[in-house]
């Protein structure tokens, strides 16, 4: 069995996406926005999928490039259907699947002193309902699997397709379909869910996650290109070896957690808000 090198380590050719076709959800704003971005400047032809066209044509506008827009929502399996009946009708390939979009739901009560157990008892029961896990998880997770498997027909077809969610968990299994699955678990990044947009790439940082950025040892917010890096590479030669890996992307906030374990934080890093 031969092992050789297929591609120059010139950073062009090692991580070079062009000429793919790469579909983003969410690619109307915050981190899917940056991502297509990075994907169109570096020459691949790049589907932006979303709800708000309005959204989608101002981000395509500000990217440029092969940019092309998709009106669609992911939170039913008929939309998902939809969006790639839509696409399978001018490609013969998907090469890189990024499913970007997400919701998160605001808590209805804040806990108040989240010293106080009585407080913090009630935000953990009236604090959520029903319909926030139900929205959460048909964003979040049905439409992340449902969009995936009408995609794979798509997929197979590519010489090295790859599927990446950027949140917390994307798991296809694609092994013997050789379809690469990896996931990146971002941390603060500029988005609608932290934010509010103040340019192409800008955001004013709202006071929760500007809170739960100081917890991480970084101390700050992630940054547009520290997101579109692991992404490109995932996406190029220099990741075909990744599969079913989980990276994250946090600043380090994910070790904090262990190394602050039992120990009271700055009173500036506690908030019990959560804005969706």
Known sequence: MAANQHVSFKVEDLFSVKGKVVVVTGGGSGIGKAIAEGFAINGAKVYLVGRRLDVLEK???????????????????DGCKKIVDVIAASETHVDSLIHSAGVNSPWR??????????????????????EDFNRSNQINTMGVYFLTAYFVSLLRKAEDPNVYGIHNL?????????????????????????????????????????????????????????????????????GGYMN????????????????????????DTYTDEILG
């Open 59 to 77: 981000a395509a506008g500000q990217i440029g490039g092969d940019i092309h827009m998709i009106q669609g929502d992911v939170q039913t399996k």
């Open 109 to 130: 009560v804040k806990a108040g002193d989240p010293n106080n157990a009585d407080h913090v008892e009630n935000l953990l029961i009236n604090g959520v309902e029903e």
């Open 170 to 238: 994307c798991y296809f299994q694609g092994s013997n379909m050789k379809i690469r699955v990896n996931t990146i678990c971002p941390g603060i990044f500029p988005s609608e869910m932290t934010g509010v947009t103040a340019g192409k790439h800008e955001y004013n940082i709202n006071h929760q996650a500007e809170k739960a950025a100081k917890r991480c040892t970084s101390g700050r917010p992630g940054r547009p290109e520290e997101m579109v890096g692991p992404v490109l590479m995932l996406s190029s030669a220099g």
């Open 244 to 267: 079913h890996a989980m990276l994250t992307v946090d600043g380090g906030r994910l070790m904090g957690l262990s190394i602050n374990d039992g120990i009271r934080m700055p009173e």
